[in-house]
């Protein structure tokens, strides 16, 4: 038989006092008189029983929810995304408010978000880019009281992919090969992203006189073999120099876990990481380290990426928003790329 719920009069029942006392003191409510060993028994009582309020009557007792929404969407999941979300979902809950966030996605989640809102009546809602007026309104009608971006203006994602692209091609160019695959990745989700990434590469490759390939991700998707069939037939000699010896000797993965498979398809068709192919990824996730061989990678690195606590100030004060939705950060970051060199390449 499932558990039933904790209400507001099974609190009352517990502590001895009426509903409307626990509304009070669960709530906070202002201008009234209660005393603290009663306010400690409400307390104690709704701890007790598990209680827990919704949050749309809590809004409606309050006359504001203390949730925030920050919407990720737009934003490919990864160690950089993760740390950036945590620290201002940190600055968010010392303002009093409680942070809700959003999925990762390449897409326009706009509509979701919307729908999100009109749930659960955030307070606020901080999006990586400012959104257009109709979607404003949109959210404004479902009850949000204040907006705030990340960024003032279109966010630098792909500013981002493009200088992890060329770190990746010059390190390669270090090292001394003059040809560079670039392997995409393959959900639909990312094509876009994948293609800039791909368009970076190639330019970085043109820029240091390197030879560029890049598959088409539409030939390797689906299964390992698949992979390693398409990447054998590109490293087997289809560009090469005039003494026949092979120019594409390294190979570039749109992220660490496109680079993971290309690791794993090259062992299937034994070609020896690096000392035939060398292989970098991006991102350098916690398993980089420990592939076979241990990957190659490019870790993001971005100066001071938290917001300060009073650029959310404007959370507490929605009655004064601009025309332009206020920034969570007084500057744009500062991003820098690091090689962290293993033995792929």
Known sequence: MARTRPTAADVARRSGVSTATVSYVLNRTTGQTISPETRAKVLRAADDL???????AQALARGASRIVLIDRSGIPRGDLAEGAAGRLSAVVRRHGYTPLLTPYGPGDETQTL??????????????????????????????????????????????????????????LAAQGHRGVLYVPATEPALADLAAHRGAAVAAAAGRL?????????????????????????????????????????????????????????????????PEQVAVIGVDDLPLAEL??????????????????????????????????????????????????QRQSA
């Open 50 to 56: 598990g209680y827990v309020q919704h949050a749309a």
């Open 114 to 171: 919307i729908d999100l809102a009109r749930a659960i009546a955030p307070h606020a809602v901080i999006t990586v880019a400012p959104l257009d007026p109709g979607e404003r309104a949109e959210l404004s009608a479902a009850g949000v009281q204040a907006f705030g971006t990340l960024f003032a203006g279109a966010p630098p994602l792909r500013d981002l992919i493009a200088g992890a692209a060329a770190a990746q091609v010059e390190f």
């Open 209 to 273: 006189g390197l030879a560029h390939r890049a598959l088409n991700p539409r030939a390797i998707d689906g299964s390992l073999d698949r992979l390693a069939d398409a990447l054998a037939d590109a490293l087997s000699g289809a560009l090469a120099d005039a003494m026949g010896e092979a120019v594409l000797t390294s190979i570039a993965g749109y992220n660490d876990e496109v680079a993971m498979r290309v690791l794993a398809a090259l062992r299937r068709r034994d070609l020896s990481v």
């Open 291 to 340: 592939t076979q061989p241990a990957l190659t990678t490019v870790r993001y690195l971005l100066d001071d990426p938290a917001p300060a606590g009073d650029e959310l100030g404007w959370l507490t004060s929605p009655a004064a928003e601009p025309e332009e939705p206020p920034t969570t950060q007084s500057r744009p970051p500062t991003v820098h790329y690091r090689i962290v």
